[in-house]
């Protein structure tokens, strides 16, 4: 079983910046690709950002390439999701996800919600205007 605990929400500012982090428990964190959403209210869950398990491959939604870097230290079992430049529809609650078995071919599957094993309870981003 493994446990992931978001946190680094708040309330933003336009412009303004967050750094979310995501804790694993997991032994073997070091071989998980990892991946963001988030869900913004009546919305449905969306994929934010993902790397996969050495870091060397970063992936990423249109709507925050250029604004949002993920990255992780396999030392701290911990991934991490800068965010820059924010704005009023970035207001969501972020999830945190682990895809804990085979992480191969991210590249063709780090968006879709069914590739990953485990998920945190969430942290909420608000940006106001």
């Known amino acids: 079983q493994v446990q992931l605990v978001e946190s680094g929400g708040g309330l933003v500012q336009a412009g303004g910046s967050l750094r979310l982090s995501c804790v694993s428990s997991?032994?073997?964190?070091?071989?998980?690709?990892m991946g963001w959403f988030r869900q913004a209210p009546g919305r449905e869950r969306e994929s934010v950002a993902a790397?996969?398990?050495?870091?060397?491959?970063?992936y990423y939604a249109d709507s925050v390439k250029g604004r949002f870097t993920i990255s992780r230290d396999n030392a701290k079992n911990t991934v991490y999701l800068q965010m820059n430049s924010l704005k009023p529809e970035d207001t969501a609650v972020y999830y945190c996800?682990?895809?804990?078995?085979?992480?191969?071919?991210?590249?063709?599957?780090?968006?879709?919600?069914?590739?990953?094993?485990?998920w945190g309870q969430g942290t909420q981003v608000t940006v106001s205007s």
């Open positions: 996800a682990a895809w804990t078995q085979f992480p191969i071919n991210m590249s063709k599957r780090w968006y879709k919600e069914q590739t990953y094993d485990y």
């Open positions: 997991g032994r073997t964190f070091s071989s998980y690709g």
């Open positions: 790397i996969n398990f050495s870091g060397s491959g970063t």
